[in-house]
């Protein structure tokens, strides 16, 4: 028999969430908190496989990223230095 209470602060939208997942389950905001609290943390096998997808993905995508980050940022400078000179001969600083 549950006869004990635990209380927890949520902001108005959070509160709306909670309700509106509980509600989809068919159940009532109490039971959905006390079935998400013991659900089992591990991660299923089909779900550990999409995790390592994702994270090879990640993996792939970030030199990429930081090449053309570098990339822009080689771009700006020759830009800033560009405009600095314009702006320098004409007498504006």
């Known amino acids: 028999m549950q006869s004990e209470r635990v209380t927890f602060l949520t902001s108005p939208e959070g509160?709306?969430?909670i309700a509106a997942r509980a509600a989809a389950n068919g159940v009532?905001?109490?039971e959905y908190i006390?079935?998400?609290v013991e659900d089992n943390d591990d991660l299923t096998?089909?779900?550990e496989e999409e995790l390592q997808i994702l994270i090879d993905q990640i993996n792939l995508a970030v030199p990429?990223?930081?090449?053309?980050?570098?990339?822009?940022t080689s771009?700006?400078?020759d830009l800033r230095k560009e405009?600095?000179?314009f702006f320098s001969s004409r007498g504006i600083a």
Do not use: C, D, H, Y
């Not at 990429?64 to 822009?72: C, F, G, P, T, V």
């Open 45 to 47: 096998s089909a779900q």
């Open 75 to 77: 771009i700006l400078r």
């Open 15 to 17: 509160k709306a969430s």
């Open 28 to 30: 009532s905001i109490g």
């Open 64 to 72: 990429r990223i930081r090449k053309s980050l570098e990339s822009a």
């Open 34 to 36: 006390r079935r998400k």
């Open 83 to 85: 405009n600095n000179e």
